[in-house]
């Protein structure tokens, strides 16, 4: 409750600084001006909001645009403990694996809802722009929050991607941003970025994005006591279409949204170089479209409530040449998903969250004998955090109800699995701010589509592969004042994971024809460092340093007999880390980003054939802003891999070496 009283005919001015959706009543009677004003009581409700059990890490705003990075999966290379395999060229494929768990186990959320395959349980971040990007977050384990669908639960770790929402200033209406990109490869990637005012409450974005590319650049082949050339990548070119639109709304203690995306490309997969063979034909169409919509009410000052659904559509046509004739395959999924969650609270201090999520997968395909499979998944979280001055602590309990149908050979059969997570964070003094963290989360994901069902190769006898995650921590940070160090962060975690059950590919009666089995067990220890500082060196000159070092050793224990046994797993480097500097001079910003992947192998046994050299690159990013009446402009010049390094992310697919980049952006 508040009272406010002032004296003599001043003018009363009340701000009420609240969490966003908490809503407020004001109600106020003024007896006499000359007189003590007194006001009636202010009533305030909203359920406290969580703290960061487990921070993340975040890329957003400013240094998102000092990047100057084509996609969502070029900016997460920066983020500590976490790989992403690119397959080469401005279109290839790219996807992230955390903490060594493998691809499967990282959820990707778009708009607080997660994106979708069932089919092989990978996200192409390359079909992700940042021209529509407002922030890109990290989570290990899972989100700091017990107020979220239950699939936030249901991921080793956790992706999510924030579209830009409109935000208007006084007597604004509208904003518009076009950008125009250039440069190697032949690129041609315009976008244009519409905002609309529509009501006090009510605003609607617009954004359309085309890429264009002959994907062509020079690489080095070489070859042990061999031969060493020069050659040009071939069939890496993409024409892609992005459009998504979205609708935001604000309401008496909530928000709404809905948002539609579609995207369209026709691109080559130039395939893998080996024996002196660099032409490939393959040629992919992709066609993804999705619905979605969100909405979140504070419904008293104890109970909040939030509903999700979703509907998608994938299609996938692939060309491949055979050995007598071509290979032409089309696969198409569905998806429907819908989402309540709830959340109470008991006291100032304790929440109850109770989260219920639906969703139907269905793929078809033109293969022989194909099973059509159907899946339905039905999740269930219960969860509750208890927050105090400098202690929180969050536990869940996840109940995963798996069921599946087909048309054809035999389904998978029914799944139910019970998977716990503990989260707690202490900060032991006021001062220094030091803050220990820690968690332990069993989870577990299901085999996909492909794994069960594909022609020759599914088994659909296949057991869910089980992560185990254990992680311990320290924060620290420092603000300094009329110094030139003006920030100064600190974090480091230590973990061990295990990963059992893990399906790979065997060979069965002939080489010529694989299965999937649960046979691994790999065990993952590793360190992750992350610091980061401010400096203002003059009145208008401010510098920013991030640096991430992730250490990692996940090896393959699944068999004494193997050859393998205790050996460094496939493409995880023991070293990695990144650098990225950044300096602004009034309009003038200055960027260079530097990454490092250490010698790792290609295959499951560690020795000289299979091992891969450590690679780097450096980027140099140079831009310049400046306003011409109400008019924003931004001009930016960018060099990637600035050395002409030659190295491969995934060995015989040869990545760019120096290429430039060149970006001009209008905001009206």
């Not at 060309?319 to 959340?343: F, K, M």
């Amino acid at each position: 409750m508040m009272r406010i009283y002032q004296q003599g005919s001043a003018l009363v001015k009340i701000f009420l600084c609240l969490l966003p959706g908490m809503p407020a009543v004001l109600k106020a009677q003024q007896t006499d001006t000359t007189r003590t004003r007194e006001l009636r009581e202010v009533a305030v409700s909203a359920p406290r909001g969580n703290k960061e059990v487990a921070p993340g890490q975040q890329l957003k705003g400013k240094e998102l645009q000092r990047l100057g990075t084509q996609s969502v999966a070029d900016a997460l290379r920066y983020f500590s403990g976490i790989q992403v395999k690119d397959y080469g060229g401005i279109g290839g494929l790219k996807t992230v694996d955390v903490r060594s768990m493998g691809t499967n186990h990282t959820g990707v959320f778009f708009d607080g809802i997660e994106l979708g395959n069932a089919q092989n349980g990978q996200v192409d971040l390359g079909k992700f722009s940042l021209e529509n990007m407002e922030e890109i977050s990290l989570y290990n384990g899972q989100k700091s929050s017990i107020f979220q669908p239950a699939k936030d639960y249901g991921s080793a770790g956790s992706i999510y991607l924030t579209s830009v929402k409109p935000r208007f200033e006084g007597g604004e209406q509208r904003h518009i941003k076009g950008t125009f990109k250039t440069g190697s490869f032949g690129l041609v990637n315009p976008s244009i970025l519409w905002q609309e005012k529509i009501s006090q409450r009510v605003s609607a974005s617009f954004n359309a994005e085309w890429i264009n590319a002959n994907g062509r650049y020079k690489f080095r082949y070489q070859k042990e006591k061999g031969y060493d050339t020069t050659a040009i990548r071939k069939n890496s070119d993409i024409n892609a279409l992005r459009v998504e639109g979205g609708l935001h709304g604000i309401l008496n203690g909530g928000e709404w949204n809905s948002r539609i995306y579609f995207y369209n490309s026709e691109r080559g997969l130039p395939g893998f170089v080996v024996n002196n063979v660099f032409g490939h034909v393959d040629r992919q169409w992709d066609r993804n479209f999705f619905v979605q919509s969100s909405w979140r009410k504070d419904l008293s000052k104890r109970y909040s409530l939030m509903l999700n659904g979703k509907y998608a559509y994938d299609y996938t046509h692939y060309l491949a040449p055979d050995t007598v004739r071509y290979i032409e395959n089309r696969y198409r999924q569905q998806e429907v998903y819908v989402s309540v969650a709830n959340q109470y609270l008991l006291t100032s201090w304790w929440n109850l969250g109770l989260s219920g999520d639906f969703q139907w997968n269905k793929l078809d395909a033109d293969l022989t004998n194909f099973s059509y499979p159907q899946r339905f998944t039905t999740l269930v979280a219960l969860a509750t955090s208890v927050n105090f001055n400098r202690f929180s602590a969050q536990a869940s309990l996840l109940n995963t109800i798996m069921n599946e149908e087909v048309k054809k050979n035999a389904a998978s059969p029914s799944h139910q699995e019970l998977t716990p997570a503990v989260f707690v964070s202490w900060q032991p003094f006021a001062k220094p701010n030091i803050t220990w963290r820690s968690f332990y989360k069993r989870i577990f994901r299901m085999p996909t589509f492909n794994d069960l069902y594909y022609t020759d190769i599914g088994n659909s006898n296949l057991k869910p592969e089980f992560a185990t995650q254990y992680n311990t921590g320290l924060t620290w940070s420092h603000t300094f004042s009329g110094k030139i160090l003006q920030e100064l962060g600190l974090e480091t975690d230590a973990y061990y994971n295990e990963v059992t059950n893990k399906i790979v590919a065997v060979p069965a009666a002939s080489q010529f024809r694989w299965t999937m089995m649960n046979l691994g067990f790999v065990k993952i220890k590793g360190i992750d460092v992350k610091a980061k500082a401010v400096w203002q060196i003059l009145k208008d000159c401010q510098l920013s340093t991030r640096v991430n070092y992730t250490f990692q050793d996940a090896r393959d224990f699944t068999s004494q007999a193997e050859s393998f046994y205790g050996h460094q797993i496939p493409y995880i480097p023991w070293h990695s880390g990144s650098l990225v500097l950044g300096g602004s001079y009034r309009d003038w910003d200055l960027n260079y980003s530097f990454l490092y992947t250490g010698e790792r192998y290609d295959s499951k046994e560690n020795i000289r054939d299979n091992y891969m050299q450590p690679w780097y690159t450096s980027d140099v990013t140079f831009t310049r802003s400046w306003k011409l009446n109400r008019t924003g402009f931004r001009c930016t010049a960018q060099v990637n891999n600035l050395f002409n390094q030659y190295y491969d992310v995934v060995l015989n697919y040869p990545m760019p070496g120096r290429n430039f980049k060149f970006i001009l952006s209008v905001n009206i």
